[in-house]
């Protein structure tokens, strides 16, 4: 039995374990496919090899112009690895894939395809073109998108997801947020939501969502905002109010706190500059202390800043347990010299950090997303339960953990990357093993006996992979690593994640690099108010497809809303206003940049604020 795909406003849009309806569906006669309301040519001739280049892969791609369903080919080309596919309306494009040809070969090596899903939409149209998840999907959601408004306090120009550009307000009810997290719960895996926007502190219920999420099982919940209703709180009401409304979504349950921070300087980061220390501060005083900066990543805008970006993260680390970086995904129609202008993936990201901290964290110190996989595999055979799997294509992202030095000051004084005191690659090798091994075990006779031997032996092989000599002082990394293997829970994890700063980045794609191999393998997806669970690359890179065409028919048009609800909550009246000036009039503001800025940005002549 399935269910139509188009629905109307529902509570509960999909009950009971039905297959949806696919969003698409092929026609073999026109060879079009055919999606909320369009009709999408596909095929087009395979791309060639020119002088100088070595062929990589073949993948599928879309025609940024048109979106027609493309062959391509991935190649070499001067050490840097490309994509193109031609369409036969819109010619050849070639896109820059990833900066470095040896980081690409060296992820590779990792390379996990993941273990399937549980299939929410029929299969009636080529990837990406039935996105639900479909049968074709690799990868279960390891962490849930769960847009809970579009309405924001900001208007930024290169935004245009918030209300008033939109033309409407998209708002689920409780209901729908409950549907929409049992649907998630069906893939039987840990759940991880991370509540997003627009501004998600601007629902007054937002510690209501937060509660429910925790009520339906949902055991890491992130909030993603740019931080600045901490700051506005702090002055338009007052210090002990900001701390209230943080210790509120931390009691309900926020685990962390996803906040965009572009720059350290005026100039780099013009959003929340001014506001992020008494954001920062109002965490600390609430005992929100897991907090992860999110900088997008635009050549020529803060490329410069990546380190001072890790630094400022090391200095309150205290509060902010990560840096993930997000190289800027590029919207809208772009000329080539103007995409090479600013263009910015992974290895750039890398060799970035690893010159603007002076080699100290080496682009050999990353490793790509599968490698949770490969922990993830390690974990099952040991326990014979599958709880998440990260096996991601190796082009989406990468990471590392860094343990920082800090002086008296406070300052960061030195990174010591865990690949200098512990073997990553060695161990690595060794896990994959020892899954064979426990796997083999457990279809033979006593394989509960069998497994706590194996595991034993594994407990005491973990010293062999330190470097004693160079493991930061007050650093028991093997004590760690058992406790993350032994207990298996979330409280391990995060004991390891206190102890040393997790950076991280990941390269969400635009029409011009568009990798159908990348969607595939996709675990990052957003929940839909139809039932549906779509990857973040087709979700907001085929907007028109997704996104906007699916939540507009659940939203409410602006003077609709003003009408229900007056005009508070939208427009002028909602709208942040900043006052440099007395942003800038406390001490906390220069203690939270001191020994990253200098004085003079901050308050000399160069000033970038004015």
Known sequence: MTVPYQKERASNPLADDTVM??????????????????RIKIGGP???????????????????????????????KDNKIYIRKVCPEHGEIEELYFGDARTYYRFFKYEEEGVGVKPYVQLKAP???????CPLHKNHTALANLVVTNRCDLSCWYCFFYAEKMGYVYEPTLDQIRAMIRQYKKQGVSMAVQITGGEPTLREDLPEIIKLLKEEG?????????????????FEKSPEEAVRYARTLREAGVNTVYMSFDGVTPRANPKNHWEVPY?????????????????????????????????????????????????????????????????????????????????????????????????????EAVSGELKVCMGNHPACGSA?????????????????????FFDVEGFIEYMDQKTAELRKDSESFGSKFRKTIRLATIVKDLPKFTI??????????????VN?????????????????????????????NYDVERVMRCNIHYLMPDGRIVPFCAYNVLNDLYRDYVIKKYGIPLEEYKKKYGGKGIGPDVKYVRNIKLLKSTPIYYEAYRGIVPDEILFGKKDEAK
């Open 400 to 420: 590392t953990y860094v343990f920082v030095e800090r002086g008296a000051d406070g300052l960061p004084k030195k990174f010591i990357p865990i690949t200098e």
């Open 468 to 481: 004693k000599e160079k493991i930061p002082k007050d650093l028991n990394i093997t004590k760690l690593l």
């Open 218 to 234: 949902v055991t890491h919940i992130q909030l993603n905002t740019h931080g600045i209703t901490f700051a506005r709180l702090w």
């Open 127 to 133: 990837c990406p073109f039935n996105c639900g998840l």
């Open 21 to 38: 309806e696919a969003p698409g569906e092929y026609d073999p006669k026109t060879k079009t496919i055919v999606i909320a309301e369009k």
């Open 279 to 379: 954001t920062l501060e109002v965490f600390r005083k609430a005992g929100m202390t897991s907090v992860v900066l999110v900088p997008t990543v635009i050549k020529g805008i803060n490329d410069q800043e990546l380190g001072a970006i890790v630094k400022f993260a090391a200095k309150h680390i205290d509060v902010v347990r990560g840096v993930n970086f997000q190289p800027v995904s590029l919207t809208g129609r772009m000329k080539k010299d103007e995409r090479r202008k600013y263009r910015v993936t992974i290895p750039d990201v890398l060799r970035w950090v690893e010159e603007q901290t002076d080699g100290q964290i080496p682009m050999d110190a990353w490793f790509p997303i599968p490698v949770a996989a490969k922990f993830a595999y390690f974990l």
């Open 484 to 512: 993350v293997f032994i207990k298996r829970n979330y409280e391990a994890l995060g004991e390891l994640h206190y102890r040393l700063l997790f950076l991280g980045n990941m390269h969400f794609m635009d029409q011009y």
């Open 46 to 76: 395979i791309p060639k090899l020119k002088d100088g280049e070595k062929f990589v892969a073949y993948t599928t791609s879309i025609c940024p112009y048109c979106l027609r369903l493309l062959p391509a080919i991935i190649f070499e």
